[in-house]
């Protein structure tokens, strides 16, 4: 059949790396297959000529008075540091969205800039950019199709991106919001997660998520509950950049040891808490005491981030840092050249670094969360570990360890065949239904 070629619109804060980095990889997808495609962000790093900043329409100058001028310094200096430095935020909610309310772009400046109407809208991570009232009143403006990704859990709570054990995202975010701290800002959540109740409503929006693991939160979510079907895209991954083909030598270009098994695990802040290097470490720590002298010494760790865990050193195998990668070819070829990737996240969407990994060729052995809930099956093409349970991390680190030269192949092979049929951009069109 056909396919019926749409006009796409794409929202997110930026264009690289993680959840923004997906927002893109559609938009390329989208433009191969002929649909007209404009990627709106407020950060733009990438040269593509689909990528447009969004900018306010100029104003009539008008040269302000030395008074003038001086008051509107000193408004903007003080005004959001007294708002925001008396709200105490716990960190690892992630707490971002501070105002659902506010308008902080123009509708008619978005197509202005876009240079055509939308029919379908998809929306990304938008921090610090746009909120859920900005999107309704482009879909009121439009009539477009809004499906929001759920990159994390922020498109369905009142603010923080992360719930851990808070179920104020299935009840009603409330002034008992656990990432507020102190006494001032305990209202946010709550007028937060209203203001998204009735946007999503009002603009009839979807939700489709980035992993299994964000589909059942959001089926459980009070704001999408109910929804009719709930699409999964499982990272988008881009098979032509991330793939097995060079697996064969990719430790030669690396200069890595053929004998060597290599541990791959990656993350941008290595001591973020929900990134789980304790319970890595633990694991790590457990596997030493499982193997022979010789074995031990056939073991190398790789991390990959933007600067060491604290508790690095404390590595009992051979290791070594290295720094984040910013270039998806050479991140391509390293996972190709380990032998096994381990996500320790105990808090996740994703990671996306899960899919890339098997894309490459690479078993995968991580804790049930995320991405890892329905794209790595024990036996098949990695192992999936109890939650927070860093003996069991540990076993699949060995199961992988101890495989066949054979049986490892058919590990690989495996790991590639599940991110083609569930997570590569080949698969979209049709989770997507845009081939009708």
């Not at 098949?380 to 349970?389: E, I, P, T, V, W």
Request: proline fraction near 2%.
């Amino acid at each position: 059949m056909e396919q019926i070629k749409k006009k796409i619109l794409l929202l997110s804060s930026g264009d690289v790396n993680g959840a923004y980095e997906a927002v893109y990889r559609l938009g390329k997808h989208f433009i191969s297959k002929g649909h007209q495609v404009k990627m709106l962000v407020k950060n733009r790093t990438k040269p593509d000529s689909f990528i447009i900043t969004y900018l306010d329409a100029p104003k009539p100058y008008k040269r302000k008075s030395i008074l003038e001028r001086l008051l509107q310094k000193i408004k903007n200096k003080f005004s959001i540091k007294i708002i925001t430095s008396k709200i105490n935020y716990d960190l690892n909610y992630d707490f971002i969205s501070v105002d659902e309310t506010s308008v902080n772009v123009s509708s008619n400046r978005i197509l202005e800039l876009i240079g055509f109407t939308p029919e379908i809208v998809y929306t990304g991570m938008t921090d610090n950019f746009m909120n859920s009232t900005d999107l309704l009143n482009l879909q009121q403006l439009t009539n477009a199709e809004v499906y929001n990704i759920a990159v994390d859990m922020n498109h369905f709570t009142g603010g923080c991106h992360f719930a851990w054990d808070c179920n104020g995202y299935i009840e009603g975010c409330s002034s008992k919001c656990p990432a507020i701290m102190g006494v001032e800002g305990k209202e946010i959540p709550k007028i937060n997660f209203e203001t998204k109740l009735s946007n999503a409503k009002k603009g009839n929006f979807k939700i489709i998520g980035m992993s299994q693991w964000t589909v059942n939160q959001a089926k459980d979510s009070y704001i999408y509950r109910g929804q009719k079907e709930y699409l999964n895209v499982n990272s988008l991954i881009d098979t032509s950049l991330f793939n097995s083909n060079n697996k064969a030598i990719a430790k030669r270009i690396f200069d890595m040891n053929d004998d060597t098994f290599y541990i791959l695990m990656g993350c941008q802040h290595a001591n973020a808490k929900r990134k789980g290097f304790e319970y890595l470490l633990a694991a790590l720590q457990s596997l030493e005491k499982k193997l022979t002298v010789e074995q031990k010494s056939k073991i190398e760790v790789l991390i990959v981030s933007r600067s060491k865990a604290d508790s690095f050193n404390e590595i009992p195998f051979h290791k070594k840092h290295i720094d984040y990668i910013n270039d998806y070819r050479l991140l391509a070829l390293l996972y190709q050249a380990s032998d096994v990737f381990v996500n320790s996240s105990i808090e996740d969407a994703g990671p996306m670094m899960v899919s890339e990994a098997l894309a490459c060729g690479t078993p995968v052995v991580g804790f049930d969360m995320g991405v890892v809930n329905n794209m790595v099956i024990s036996g098949y093409n990695g192992y999936k570990a109890k939650l927070k349970d860093s003996e069991d991390l540990a076993n699949g680190i060995k199961t992988i360890f101890e495989l066949s030269h054979e049986s490892y192949k058919e590990y690989s092979k495996n790991a590639v065949k599940q991110v083609e049929q569930y997570s590569s951009l080949n698969a979209v069109d049709k989770i997507l239904n845009l081939n009708t």
